[in-house]
């Protein structure tokens, strides 16, 4: 997930779904506390590939954190990722998204594979297999070449309906 750090940004993600919103948040809440810290924020962007500095980090605590407790709660975090009407806001949500991509994208090609997914849902601490993987690409790989462009990302990234709930890894 991409993170942007302007005060005045829009979220980098769109979670339309509130079972999508609790399971990015589990997956922030290392420690199952109800609670992210800056800490779990940090590590949650270092496992995706940010380089994200302390500074940063507290910058989007201090944003997100509307009860000033330094802590995110699942009211403040679906607050933060609230869908908007239009996914492409004047602010840059579409480079916000091609952010999100290029986390994916670990070779930098354009295109996200199987074997990237994997490594990046490793990462986070998901259990799935290379094939899994490969399944949740073919839902959302429109030209069949068996990877996901930026197109076909942002597609499913800014899909309303909900149904992009395909792409998510089994639990």
Do not use: W
Not at 16 to 29: A, I, K, L
Not at 94 to 111: M, V
Not at 119 to 139: P, Y
């Amino acid at each position: 997930m991409a993170a942007n750090t302007d005060r005045n940004s829009k979220p980098s993600v769109y979670l339309q779904d509130p079972r999508e919103v609790q399971s990015v948040f589990n997956r922030f809440d290392a420690n199952s506390d109800g609670k992210i810290s800056g800490d779990e924020l940090a590590g949650v962007l270092k496992a995706l590939g940010s380089n994200t500095s302390n500074e940063e980090v507290a910058r989007m605590m201090e944003e997100i954190d509307t009860d000033k407790d330094g802590f995110i709660n699942i009211q403040e975090f679906s607050a933060f990722f609230k869908a908007e009407t239009d996914p492409y806001p004047s602010s840059g949500g579409e480079n916000e998204l091609k952010e999100a991509f290029e986390l994916y994208d670990q070779d930098h090609n354009g295109l996200i594979s199987s074997i990237e997914l994997h490594k990046i849902l490793t990462r986070l601490g998901e259990r799935c297999t290379e094939q899994d993987c490969a399944g949740m690409i073919k839902s959302v790989d429109s030209d069949g070449d068996g990877c996901v462009s930026f197109e076909e990302f942002k597609k499913m990234m800014t899909n309303n309906s909900g149904s992009n709930s395909q792409a998510e890894p089994p639990k």
